[in-house]
């Protein structure tokens, strides 16, 4: 040990001999470079224990949640950072994945408490209790599902559900209130809003979707246009808008690609205007037809009748009949009998029913109108014929087909004429501004050798900027072969030249005054001893 102890001596002692022997120049670089590492080494440190060896375990926390995640960590003794306001926790790098298993067996972090709220029970728990708690796990359960939505960053919901009466008058309907926090720069639509009430109204019993309030964390009412009508009529109306102009820009589109392949771009303007139907409608339509060549008896119904009537011999009516007299031998009562037959027959018939179901956005036809506006310029170069009626009816031709126009389409009255409206006008040409005239640079400028010309003053810049750097190279390689760092470290700094940094103008004017008169003793001690006498006896007068 106490070999050790004078081996340790024996290096100080020649440290301290080997420090005595550098310069002042020496001792100041050497000094600098281990404040420089020492520096180096601190901020590494520093930054790797505050940074670098941390990672997010959990964020976005509540303050319960958060809580519970601290204590379990101090339990299992794993070393943790809290950041934005107790809502994030760092752990080591290391441990994160095992910290998140050994979390997640204690079931956190929990968020909203939701149906695990019945895993435990207490003994003489009420009935009351069971309700409250209930609500309660519906409520987490709701907030839960809410934020599993991409836009919901956070919800809350709370439920107030009335207690059940004998007296169905008396009862009160349920109602809720969801508050929803967005992710950052996030809004929602009035069909996600619906969306939430609707499943907010379905999970509790007797809950209307008119008693349910959803405000953002903004205090902005979103329920409220949600459940208005006139919202939903007026996505709808705009739906309708955008599938309306969609059709007319297609059909503008095919129409022009043809006019500027025949008669040249942006010399034919084409604007189509169309209606399209949005009624849900259906309709039957029912067809009786008899084939002659093919009657076939559906039913048959024979009937016939026989009647017969006996008369009996009787005196005939009048006065005769009060005068006794005798009958006439042969005559006396008969018998007659009548048959009748009746016949029905039903033939089949053949039966055609059809439904017809018109889609929404079938366009009217009837109402589709095209406008064409062609520039006289170009039409007799076109080979269009040589009338405007000609041409007319050729552009309608063509332009009819690419619109799906025609006038035999059964249940539309369509005419080309009406319904296609062809002019042909002069179109408005830009007038040209006025020449300027063409100085000498703009000549330069314009002429084709100008790029050939720059290229060459740009190679040429570019090669004397290479030979200049190059110089400098070669002029500092020499210099710092003359002087290198050898000579720097070699060169002496005097203390004096250190302390005068320090000394004010006053001092540094004696300082110099002083080493000249050293240096004039150094020269010529005669000559200097005669000024510091002639100095003396000027003191003393």
């Known amino acids: ?27 100041v670089l050497i000094s600098g ?36 995640i601290v204590e379990k960590l101090d339990e299992d003794k794993v070393p943790y950072r809290i950041t934005d306001n107790g809502s994030t926790v760092l752990v080591p790098a290391d441990k994160k994945y095992k910290a998140r298993l050994n979390l997640a067996s204690q079931n956190l972090p929990r968020g909203e408490a939701g149906l695990e709220l019945f895993l435990e029970s207490s003994f003489g728990e009420t009935q009351t209790d069971k309700k409250v708690k209930y609500q309660s796990a519906l409520q987490g359960e709701l907030a839960r599902t809410i934020q599993a939505l991409d836009k919901v960053k956070a919800a809350k919901v709370n ?16 109602k809720a209130s969801v508050v929803i926090r967005t992710q950052d720069g996030e809004s929602l639509s009035n069909k996600e809003v619906q969306a939430i009430i609707n499943l907010v109204a379905n999970s509790v019993e007797k809950l209307d979707p008119e008693n ?87 039913s048959e119904q024979v009937s016939k009748a026989t009647s017969e009537s006996t008369t009996e ?14 009958l006439e031998p042969g005559t006396g009562g008969g018998t007659s009998s009548s ?6 027959t039903n033939y089949e018939l053949n039966r055609t029913e059809t439904i017809t179901k018109f889609s929404q956005g079938e366009v009217k036809y009837d109402y589709l109108t095209v406008s064409v506006l062609v520039n006289n310029a170009v039409v007799a170069n076109a080979n269009l014929g040589q009338t405007d009626e000609e041409r007319t009816e050729k552009i309608r031709g063509v332009v009819a087909t690419a619109c799906g126009l025609r006038e035999d389409r059964n249940f539309e009255n369509v005419r080309l004429e009406d319904n296609i409206s062809i002019a042909f006008i002069d179109f408005l040409v830009e007038p040209e501004p006025e020449a300027q005239p063409v100085t000498g640079l703009q000549q330069l400028l314009g002429s084709p050798f100008t790029p050939i010309l720059f290229g060459l003053i740009g190679v040429i810049i570019t090669i004397l900027v290479i030979l200049l750097i190059r110089r400098r190279r070669r002029e500092d390689e020499v210099e710092l072969e003359a002087t290198g760092f050898d000579s720097l470290v070699e060169e002496e700094i005097k203390l004096e030249d250190l302390i005068d940094k320090t000394l004010t103008p006053e001092e540094k004017e004696m300082q110099r005054v002083k080493q000249e008169i050293d240096k004039l003793i150094d020269e010529d001690p005669e000559n200097a001893a005669q000024v510091v006498k002639i100095w003396l006896s000027e003191d003393m007068r």
């Open 212 to 298: 349910v309030v959803v405000v953002d964390q903004d205090g902005t009412l979103l329920s409220e246009n949600a459940l208005s009508n006139n919202a939903n009529a007026s996505e709808q109306v705009q739906l309708q808008l955008a599938l309306k102009k969609q059709y007319e820009k297609e059909k503008e589109n095919a129409i022009q690609t043809m006019l500027d392949k025949t008669l040249g771009k942006d010399n034919a303007v084409v604007r189509v205007s169309a209606e399209l139907n949005f009624d849900d409608r259906e309709q039957l339509d029912e067809k009786y037809t008899h084939d002659p060549d093919g009657t076939f008896v559906r």
């Open 33 to 68: 470079a281990l404040m420089l590492v020492i520096i180096a080494l601190v901020m590494l440190i520093v930054t790797k224990d505050s940074y670098g060896g941390y990672e997010v375990l959990y964020t976005d926390l509540t303050e319960k949640d958060a809580a519970a």
């Open 1 to 27: 040990m106490e070999n050790i102890i004078n081996r340790l001596r024996q290096y100080a002692e020649n440290a301290r001999e080997l420090w005595n022997k550098l310069t002042l120049n020496q001792k």
């Open 159 to 174: 439920l107030a559900i009335p207690e059940d009466t004998l007296f169905v008058n008396q009862e009160e309907p349920p």
């Open 339 to 344: 048959t009748s037959s009746d016949k029905t």
């Open 313 to 326: 011999p009787g005196a005939p009516v009048g006065t005769d009949v009060n005068i006794p007299q005798y």
